[in-house]
Every structure is written in C-alpha cells, then in structure tokens.
C-alpha cells in the first residue's frame, strides 16, 4: 500500500492501459485471419478460390511477439500488485503464467523451422488472454461447470435413448427384398451401427425429418410409431428437459450478480470511509470525534473520474454538511448519488411519406431535400431547447444528426449531379447506383426514422429496452462463444484442412449429375471447409444452426473417415446443445427480471404508463439485501492491507 504500488495499481487501471490490453487482444486474435493459411481471399469457394496470400515468415510473428510482451507486462503488473502469496492461490494468474510459458517457447520454436512447422499449438491457447481478462466471463464459466452435473445427467440419458432406439431400429427394419421398402430403410439408414446411430443422431434434431421415415412409412404406416416415439421422448421431452435444468440452475444468476456487486460497491465506500475518518486534513486523529472531513472528501473528489452531471451534484451535496463531520450513513447516501441515474428521454417523432407513383427523379429529389431540410431545422430547435450538452446527451439524438446531414449531403450532390450533367452522361450508368435508386435509398433511410416510435409504444419500448439489456449481460455469453468458435475453428484447420478437394477439369457438371440428391457434390456445398479460419468460422455456423446438417456428417465422413463424425457431434453438443440452451435460459431471466422492475416501479411511481429509466439498483433495492455494518466490518477486518483503527 505504499505510495509507488498504489501509482501503479491506478496506472494499471487507467482507461489507457486497459484500452492497450483488450486492443492487443484483439490483434492476437485477429492474427488467426492473416497466418497461414490465410484467409484474404474473395471467396472459400475450392473450385473458385484464388492461392491465398502466404504472409512472409517473421510478419505475423512480430506482431505476435509485441502481443506477448505486453501480456508478460500485464501478469508481472497483477503478480506484483496481488503479492506473492495470493497469487500463488490464483488459479487463473497460475494459468496466465503457463499458457504464456508455452506460447512463447512454441514461438521460438516456429523461428528455428522457419514457420514451417506442422502444427502452432499456441494458436489454441489464444482464446485463454480473452476470458482471463474478463470477470463476467469467468463467473460464467464458474456458473456453467457447476451445472455441467446435471446436464451430464441429461446428456448420458439421451445417449441411453440413443442406443436403445438404434438397437430397436437394427432390429425392426430387416428385409430380404430389395424393392421392399422395409429393406430400402435398412440400406438407406440402418445399415450398421455407426450408421444407425447418426440417423437418429440427426432425427434428435429433425435435421432429417420426415426422410429417414419415409421409406418404411411407405411400406407400412404402422412403423411411424417407431419414429414418433423416439422424436417425443428424444427431441420434445429430453431436450426440453435439459433446457429446464439449465434455467432452473442459472435461474437466479442474474440476481446473485447484482447482490455481489453491490456488497463489493458498499464494502469499498465503508473502506474509503474508514481510511478517510482516520485521518484529519493535517494527517491527525479528528478532535471531534469519528467522522469524514468534508474538505478531506472534497480533495479527493477532485482526482476521481466521474461523469459531468455526477460530480456537481456530489459536491453539492457535500458542502451542505458545513464543517460537521460525515457519519457513515452519511457517507453512504453521497455514494448513492453513484446508483441515481433517472432519466427521461423526449421523443419528437415526424415522419413523411414518400408520394406513392410519383416516378419523377427531379421532383423526388426536390421533395426529399425539403423533408432532410425540416430534419435539420427540428434538429436544431430541439439543440436550442434541450441546450448543447443535453441535446448530444441523447444517443438517439445524435444518430439523427449524423444520418440527417449524410441524406443531405447525398440528396444534394445528387441533384447537382442530375442537374449540371456531363456531356455524354447518363443517369443510370453513373457510379453504382443509379439517381432513381439513389432516391430510394435516400427515401428507405428516411423511413428508418420510424423507429424512433419505439419508445412510445409502451410495451415495444419495453421488449427494445430488454434487448437491449439482454445484449449488456450477454457479453460475456457472447465472448465464451469466441472462445468456443476460435477453439474449434484452429482444431478444425488442423484436422480437416484439405480434405475437401475441387471436382476436376474445373467443371462440376459430371460430378454434379452422378452425386446423390442431398449430397455435399449435389447441394454444392464446396465453401464449407476448413482451408482457412473464416471458412472454418462459417462452416461451424452452418453446422450449428444444425439444417442439413447430415450432410457434412457424411461428407466428411467420406473425405477424412468416421472418426469426424466425433469431432461434428461434439460441436453440436457444445453449440446448438449447452452454449443455445445457456442462451435461452439467460433470455428469460432477463425478460422476468424485466417485467419485475417494470411493475416494482408501477408500484413506486403509481404510473402504469411512465417512462422513466431507473437503474437494476434503485429498481430492486426491495429484493436485493443490504449488507450490514457487521458484515461490512468482519469483511475490512479480514483485508490484507487494510488495518482499521477501531
């Protein structure tokens, strides 16, 4: 705690350095696209694709060198700031320190073979630098390995149902005919185990529904039973019931984090006030007893970063205390001011109509001035009565003026353009778009402005407001996607990089019209690959979204052997299985949540129609638990470097 340690802990902290950390992230990550093999071609296309661009050996390593550094920096800074002994008892720094270990050596070792090297395992362990620095996603990850018990228990019972129903089907479609459609569905579908298994792999999914039924249906309705059993207990009970274990575990999440974070912002303002009463202005025991100096809080006020509506009122609030000494209550309501973020947003909606069969580019263009025109004139009287600062406050407000003087500047050079031609010129073979097509998107961003409505409506402005908080709390869902993306991608490339190879003589025309109907030959589906990181990205996409599906299954399956079916069915089960059920669930949490602030301010307020904007705090300070002054003092007495002085 001595005065160095603390310049560098706000050194560390500052919007600078952390603005360089997730900045070098982002590089790191990025590298991926650039490396070999290289990703900077028009299209993924392997009958189309041009050579991609292969970086010169030590290009991409320097930048990856300069990314590593800084990293090295970043665990010395934390080691040093933590201590030894805690960080020993880090699990995440520990593993800070591994993976940079291991990345760097493999590092070297990709200079001494001149990058010709096989495989770059530290291209795997690049996603860690993103989720070590980042507290949401680890309490992410903390949540989801505690629920992986009972979706382990879900999971083994849809592989039960797996095999139960595979072994039924081997059994229940046998045939001794070829032209029996009993037989057909045993040729088609059920000819072995592997293949039985990933038939109703996929039918789990109703990738493949009705098809792989078809068949024996054909011959006899009656064995629609087999399939309508496995799809009710398969897809609409077991799948639903993961969903609901995963909800019932992470239903709470939410509500636990806002609890934690506001113990961790009352145990801060009891430590600052601890340290401040402490101490007088002349760095002596207040004779007046315990308290915090006004002019101490004040002092420090000065050198914290704060938004410019905050401050003044804080400091306001302070100087009405006189020259009395704060008590902690006291202390405690200024840094409520911290929570009080009410606001209430005026909406000026005016939208026209563009002239319905008016086909006149001139006069189109004429009109569309005079509307982008009364834009900038509402603009700027709402400035005048909102006042600058005020005015810019509101992003909605600076959306419009942005778009407002883009329209205007378009509009006007095109009917300049139109207006003033040059010899020979023609309005439809100009630049991209033509002046009629101009007109129209000029006229379809104008409609755009008919979102602004949004908040009007009540219950619309409720759902965009819940997306918009869904989208802040589901960041670090969205980041623990990367990672699992960026993970499978690299192991992806190393598997099955070349595997897909272009139909010969560049023409698909023979290939194309012996390849079975559904096939990967006959869907075309020669950009799925896994030649560089984007189409890596894409092709898992595709296989996630889990339409079609099959078709990579048994697409690769004949392109590197059965083994892939592991790697496709593992994805799924990490995708579309855990990570869109986590998905779900978080949805509605957030939309309760939602609905529960909406009437806990219907209730404070007495307006079923208001409009204001509160923070999760001010909203659920009848839920959450305020800790008590015990629990605040028993936590400080416990603190490494704090000492309290009663």
């Given amino acids: 705690m001595d005065a160095r340690s603390m ?3 706000r050194l560390y902290y500052s919007n600078t ?14 590298l991926a696209f650039i490396e070999t093999p290289s990703s900077l071609t028009s299209t ?13 050996c030590g290009l991409t390593e320097s930048v990856e060198a300069l990314c590593l550094l800084v990293f090295v920096a970043d665990v010395s800074v934390k080691s040093y700031l933590v201590g030894w002994a805690q960080f020993r008892k880090n699990p995440w720094l520990l593993a800070y320190l591994a993976v940079l270990v291991v990345s760097l050596a493999d590092w070297i070792v990709s200079l001494s073979l001149v990058c010709q090297e096989p495989l770059r395992i530290r291209r795997l362990f690049r996603p860690f630098f993103l989720m070590q620095n980042s507290s949401m996603m680890k ?8 629920s992986l018990p009972e979706m382990a228990s879900v999971v083994l019972l849809l592989a039960l149902h797996l095999c139960v129903f595979t072994m039924l089907g ?12 009993q037989d057909r569905e045993r040729l088609t579908y059920f000819r072995n185990l592997p293949e039985a298994l990933t038939s109703l792999l996929v039918l789990l999914t109703t990738a493949n529904n009705p ?7 054909s011959k006899n309705r009656a064995y629609a039973i087999f399939f309508i059993v496995f799809t009710l207990i398969g897809s609409l009970f077991l799948m639903n019931l993961l969903t609901a274990i995963i909800y019932n575990q992470f239903r709470g999440y939410l509500m636990k984090s806002f609890q934690t974070s506001l113990f961790r912002r009352r145990l801060g303002a009891r430590a600052a006030y601890e340290v401040l009463s402490s101490m007088s202005t002349w760095g002596e025991a207040h004779p007046r007893g315990v308290g915090v100096d006004p002019q101490d809080f004040l002092q420090v006020l000065q050198r914290v970063q704060l938004h410019s509506h905050q401050k003044p009122v804080i400091m306001e609030k302070v100087r009405s205390y006189g020259g009395d000494l704060l008590s902690a209550e006291e202390f405690q309501k200024l840094f409520n001011e911290f929570d009080k973020r009410v606001i209430k947003e005026v909406f000026l909606v005016f939208d026209a109509d563009v002239l319905p069969g008016d086909r006149d580019d001139f006069v189109l263009g004429i009109l569309n001035c005079v509307f982008i025109l009364y834009y900038v004139l509402e603009l700027l009287l709402k400035a005048f009565a909102l006042g600058l600062r005020r005015y810019l406050s509101y992003s909605s407000n600076v959306f419009d003026g942005l778009l407002t003087v883009v329209l205007l500047v378009l509009e006007i050079s095109t009917l300049a353009v139109y207006r003033f031609p040059h010899p020979g010129w023609k309005p439809e073979m100009l630049g991209l778009l033509s002046l009629w097509d101009m007109a129209r998107l000029v006229n379809m961003f104008i409609v755009f402005r008919f979102l602004r409505i949004i908040p009007s409506m009540k219950l619309m402005a409720l759902v965009a407001s819940t997306i918009l908080d869904l989208i802040k709390n589901m960041r670090a869902f969205g980041g623990i996607l990367v990672v699992v993306y960026y993970v499978f991608a690299i192991l992806g490339i190393n598997l099955f990089r070349g595997v897909v190879v272009a139909p010969g003589n560049g023409s698909l025309a023979p290939d194309n019209s012996s390849a ?10 020669w950009a799925n ?9 894409i092709t898992l996409w595709n296989v996630m979204v889990v339409n079609n599906w099959q078709v990579f299954l048994d697409a690769y399956r004949r392109f590197s052997g059965p083994w892939s079916k592991m790697y496709f069915v593992l994805w799924w089960l990490v995708s579309s299985v855990i990570w869109v059920n986590l998905f779900l669930a978080l949805i509605l949490e957030n939309f309760l949540h939602k609905w529960d602030r909406r009437a806990h301010l219907q209730s404070l307020t007495g307006d079923p129609d208001t409009c204001c904007q509160v923070t999760v705090d001010l909203l659920f300070r009848d839920v959450l638990e305020e800790p008590t002054e015990e629990e605040l003092l028993e936590r400080l007495s416990c603190h490494p470097h704090l000492r309290l002085c009663r």
Avoid: H
């Fill in 44 to 56: 993924a296309d392997v009958r189309f694709r041009s050579a991609p661009w292969d970086p010169p």
């Fill in 139 to 146: 309490k992410t990850l903390k949540c989801i390995r505690s």
């Fill in 170 to 181: 081997m059994l229940v479609f046998t045939g001794e005919k070829q032209d029996d459609g």
């Fill in 7 to 9: 310049w560098l802990y």
């Fill in 17 to 30: 350095f952390q603005w360089t950390l997730s900045l070098t992230i982002f590089l790191i990550l990025l």
């Fill in 529 to 537: 690959n896994f030649d560089d990181f984007a189409a890596a990205l």
């Fill in 516 to 525: 079975p109907c559904g096939s990967f030959e006959q869907l075309e589906y």
């Fill in 211 to 217: 098809d792989v039924m078809t068949p024996a249906y």
